[in-house]
């Protein structure tokens, strides 16, 4: 019988800690399948963040740092400097990258740092049980927000890669969603082409992940990818949001 | 190598090459800005890469994942920036990293002042940041010291796998003076480590890690750092014994550039058929305490002069052990004690001492 479907090799084939339902191991699997697909996994270095994907370093099979909370892109940065021949990848999730690590992402990118960064967004914070993200949906219901997310105290989510694209420096900016199998394969060549970016030594890129959280939405996997379809998509427009070859100034 | 006129900021970036340090990362702060200015233009003539930071958060996380590759790397800043590098130094002792730190001390706290002062003794021998863990920290009082110094931190940086610190108050930053450096242009690079992530090819992955989610793990890791500790206590501890010889009733404890004023005072006081001796700890962590109550049992009373309120009188304290009264004499806010105050106190606990006073 002809085997049509296995294990990545880029990954370690532990059981994974994220909830059911939860969309973390798609995305790490699109991570992990390109790692191989480019044949550099061995030359690979990722970066753990803090929240749900603090074990990141447990399913990727490549050199990997856990860091501290939203510095994952400085972490990459010192890597990736110090050793340019490596592929330095962040993956980090909406409460890491787009609150307390506001700043360390915003300046990697602007100084076009030659690392790819994976942002998961699923609008809350999982780990710590479901509080408000700096990416909550205007009126989303969370542990912090009790009648949904107030925009006149608690501001409008934060659109990471339309911030990330306004930037001069050239990058790759992408947001791909995981609500439909056909979504996941887009995604899949969108991961492809950031890494590529990175190996050719082009561009900073990013790829922003559309993402639910079953339980701490509370619903079941199925309907919070219906939810994420119905709410998220219509405030975080899917696509390539920035592509090196469209602006000016130059690679570096 | 002929002897050269420098100012300590770059003497320090410079001793940081002829260390083998090739990279560096910072942001700027009063009164460091000359070290990173100076390797800015002289890192990239030496196949180095010179990076300028958003933060000093930033910072201190660029240098853990430079560390965690296994390169050289130092950062360097002052007191407010120090603290907000808190986060990567516990990070980089957590994850066992070696890295050289710079804090060229200016007055605090908060804002406070860009003036040399010793304002930071405390955070960086005893509250740096959370957990348990210790840096390594050396305090030159000279140009000449402060270059030898940061030649050793990373060699003590590599050995321990610690991070380092090179505490210097402002002063040491500022001043010009004569030095020596290594005939090198540029040392070796460090050794390949078995730690390192450099990609895993021919061997399994490695991780870079400060997390232990398994208390008994943890417990172990922790116990193993302070082991290792105890060995850099017992082995790398150094100290400078000034005056020592003839027998003196007051022992002087200063560190740093107020040792160097002290040894002014205590020229004077010769003169004056005083004679008194002065210890100064040139690791001040791990603290010289033995070589320090060595010196305190010869004398009947000590004295205590720093640039602070006292930071490492409580160490001075530990080494006198209740046997010797210890006075303290200290100013702040970027002021420093003169010859004439520190030649008054010594005076006044002479005093003491003939008057019998606890």
């Known amino acids: 019988m002809r085997k049509i479907f296995s294990h990545t090799e880029g990954m370690i084939t532990d059981p994974m800690h994220y909830c059911p339902g939860c969309t973390h191991g798609i995305i790490h699997r699109l991570v992990g399948e390109t790692l191989i697909e480019l044949g550099i996994r061995e030359r690979a270095v990722g970066i753990s963040p803090v929240g749900c994907s603090v074990f990141t370093y447990k399913y990727f099979r490549c050199d990997m740092f856990q860091a501290s909370h939203g510095r994952a892109p400085a972490v990459a940065t010192g890597a990736k400097r110090c050793r340019p021949e490596l592929v330095v990848f962040c993956y980090q999730g909406d409460g890491d990258l787009a609150a307390i690590g506001t700043s360390e992402i915003i300046h990697a990118a602007n100084r076009g740092e030659k690392i790819t960064c994976i942002f998961v967004n699923n609008a809350i914070y999982g780990m710590t049980g479901g509080q408000m993200a700096p990416t909550t949906i205007p009126g989303q219901r969370t542990s912090t927000t009790p009648g949904g997310r107030n925009v006149a105290e608690d501001g409008f989510p934060l659109k990471m890669s339309e911030i990330l694209s306004q930037l001069q420096t050239p990058g790759y900016i992408a947001r791909v969603s995981m609500h439909s199998p056909a979504e996941i394969i887009k995604a899949k060549q969108i991961v492809r082409k950031a890494f590529e970016y990175q190996v050719s030594n082009t561009c900073f890129s990013f790829v922003e992940f559309l993402s639910t959280c079953p339980t701490n939405w509370g619903m079941s996997p199925v309907d919070s990818l219906n939810w994420m379809k119905t709410n998220m998509l219509p405030y975080y427009p899917l696509g390539e949001h920035k592509i090196p070859e469209k602006h000016e100034g130059g690679s570096r | ?358």
């Open chain 2, 1 to 358: 190598m002929a002897k050269i006129l420098m100012k300590g900021n770059e003497a320090i970036g410079e001793a940081a090459i002829k260390a083998g340090c090739l990279h560096f990362f910072g942001y700027p702060i009063t009164p460091q800005n000359e070290l990173p200015e100076y390797l800015s233009k002289r890192l990239p003539q030496v196949g180095g890469k010179y990076i300028q930071t958003e933060s000093e958060v930033a910072t201190s996380n660029m240098i853990f994942g430079a560390a965690g590759v296994g390169v050289r790397v130092m950062t360097s800043s002052s007191s407010p920036g120090i603290s907000l590098m808190s986060e990567g130094l516990s990070y980089l002792a957590g994850a066992e990293l070696p890295a050289v730190i710079v804090n060229m001390m200016r007055a605090g706290p908060g804002l406070a002042g860009i003036l040399p002062a010793q304002s930071d003794y405390a955070h960086a021998t005893r509250g740096t940041a959370h957990g348990d863990f210790e840096l390594i920290v050396l305090a030159p009082s000279s140009v000449q010291e402060a270059v030898d110094l940061t030649i050793l931190s990373f060699e003590l940086a590599e050995k321990y796998r610690n991070p380092v610190m090179l505490l210097g108050d402002g002063m040491i930053g500022q001043m010009m003076e004569p030095v020596e450096f290594p005939d090198v242009e540029v040392g070796p690079p460090m050794k390949a480590a078995d730690w390192a992530l450099t990609g895993c090819k021919g061997r399994e992955p490695r991780l870079v890690s400060s997390l232990f989610l398994d208390p008994v793990e943890l417990n172990e890791k922790n116990h193993e750092r302070f082991a290792r500790y105890k060995v850099i206590k017992d082995n790398e501890a150094r100290h400078e014994l000034y005056n020592c010889d003839e027998p003196y009733d007051v022992l002087i404890t200063a560190f740093g550039v107020m040792s160097r004023v002290c040894k002014s005072a205590i020229q004077e006081l010769k003169g004056q058929g005083i004679n008194v001796g002065m210890f100064r700890p040139i690791t001040v962590k791990p603290f010289p305490s033995e070589q320090c109550s060595a010196a305190i049992f010869k004398s009947k009373r000590v004295l205590d002069v720093e640039m602070n309120m006292g930071q490492m009188l409580v160490d001075i304290q530990l080494a006198a052990n209740g046997k010797r009264e210890v006075d303290f004499m200290g100013k702040c806010g970027g002021l420093t004690p003169s010859i004439e105050d520190v030649i008054e106190s010594v005076h006044s606990t002479l005093a003491k001492i003939k008057g019998g006073v606890a």
